[in-house]
């Protein structure tokens, strides 16, 4: 939302794990937790007045381990627990409910 001069937009994601390409910075993983990460970094966004946006961190970024998009089975990475379209799903039910409280406002 707007606050003075500034316009603050939240950002969402699934977690964090770049130690594929970091190993030193574990400090900064964000489990996944099954998609439940995911699902608290929107609840906590939507509890935000004066919302206009959701910035998503990311889409395809397999190295930092924030990809949303569907899962194809690769050597080295951990599949999506329910299922290869999880996240698009969980952003699917998030994004509408957003659109809705856009709506009301």
């Given at each position: 939302g707007a606050h003075g001069s500034f316009f603050f937009v939240p950002g969402v994601s699934p977690g964090y794990n770049d130690t594929k390409i970091r190993p030193w910075n574990?400090?900064?993983?964000?489990?996944?937790?099954?998609?439940?990460?995911?699902?608290?970094?929107?609840?906590?966004?939507?509890?935000?007045?004066?919302?206009?946006?959701?910035?998503?961190?990311?889409?395809?970024?397999?190295?930092?381990?924030?990809?949303?998009e569907e899962v194809v089975s690769r050597v080295g990475y951990q599949a999506y627990e329910a299922g290869p379209k999880m996240y698009i799903e969980i952003t699917q039910t998030y994004a509408a409910q957003f659109r809705r409280l856009q709506e009301e406002l």
């Open positions: 574990n400090g900064n993983t964000r489990p996944r937790s099954n998609g439940q990460y995911y699902r608290s970094s929107w609840e906590a966004a939507a509890k935000l007045t004066d919302l206009s946006a959701v910035s998503i961190t990311s889409w395809n970024e397999w190295g930092e381990g924030t990809q949303i």
